[in-house]
């Protein structure tokens, strides 16, 4: 357990499609993240929220929509992806500042875009 | 070329082996991090050093900052320490985290 949840674990979805990815957390942590894992990548950062404001967006294009409604809650809205979005899509929480202090995983949502 | 490289892409074991994944990175750092990520998909933060060594267990992180490399190093190895292996180091420019592409260890009974 890593303090970290996301659902769905799989997501098997379609170019015309919207769904959406959650991540919870409740470790009193104030900073939350989006990754994308691709084979064969290296980790790339999508998103950063500190004490729920949108800090970073690393060039993500807009069919990815991120939400943070509170510290606790993050969120990924999907849609009109395209079938090179399929990858592992990780959420992490930091305790205080952006990178800061060491970066709690949740166990990944896998994506495929057909 | 990355900034961060890591060594070896892939390395095999039998268990009881004393295990070194290296991490060269060409940028100034301000702390650089070791993860590790099992087949599910998950990753656990190992250690997070900006100087010296640090130990957990059977798991020992070195840094050497002038020459810009880390190494992980894992005593008495066992299957379970099978997993993906990766470094990651904070940009002193950026302020960001600069992956490596990971080292894939198996270890076999």
């Known amino acids: 357990e890593t303090g970290v949840t996301q659902t769905p674990r799989h997501l098997v979805m379609g170019m015309t499609n919207k769904k959406s990815l959650k991540c919870e957390q409740h470790l009193g942590h104030n900073a939350m993240y989006w990754y994308k894992q691709s084979a064969k990548k290296p980790l790339e950062l999508m998103f950063v929220?500190?004490?729920?404001?949108?800090?970073e967006n690393n060039s993500v294009p807009s069919r990815f929509s991120p939400e943070c409604p509170n510290s606790s809650h993050l969120f990924l809205h999907l849609h009109t992806l395209q079938p090179e979005d399929s990858a592992l899509y990780l959420c992490a929480s930091s305790l205080d500042r952006p990178y800061n202090s060491p970066l709690h995983f949740g166990n990944g949502t896998r994506l495929t875009v057909t | 070329k990355n900034e961060v490289e890591q060594s070896p892409q892939n390395l095999t074991a039998q268990e009881g082996e004393f295990i070194t994944i290296n991490c060269s990175y060409s940028v100034g750092i301000s702390a650089l991090h070791w993860l590790q990520q099992h087949p599910g998909g998950g990753i656990v933060s190992l250690f997070m050093?900006?100087?010296g060594k640090k130990k957990h267990g059977r798991l020992i992180a070195t840094i050497n900052i002038q020459e810009k490399h880390s190494s992980l190093h894992i005593t008495a190895s066992h299957p379970r320490d099978s997993a993906v292996y990766i470094c990651?180091?904070?940009?002193?420019?950026?302020?960001?985290?600069?992956f490596g592409t990971g080292t894939r260890l198996q270890v076999f009974p």
């Open positions: 990651a180091v904070r940009s002193v420019n950026t302020d960001k985290l600069i």
């Open positions: 050093l900006s100087s």
């Open positions: 929220y500190n004490f729920k404001e949108q800090t």
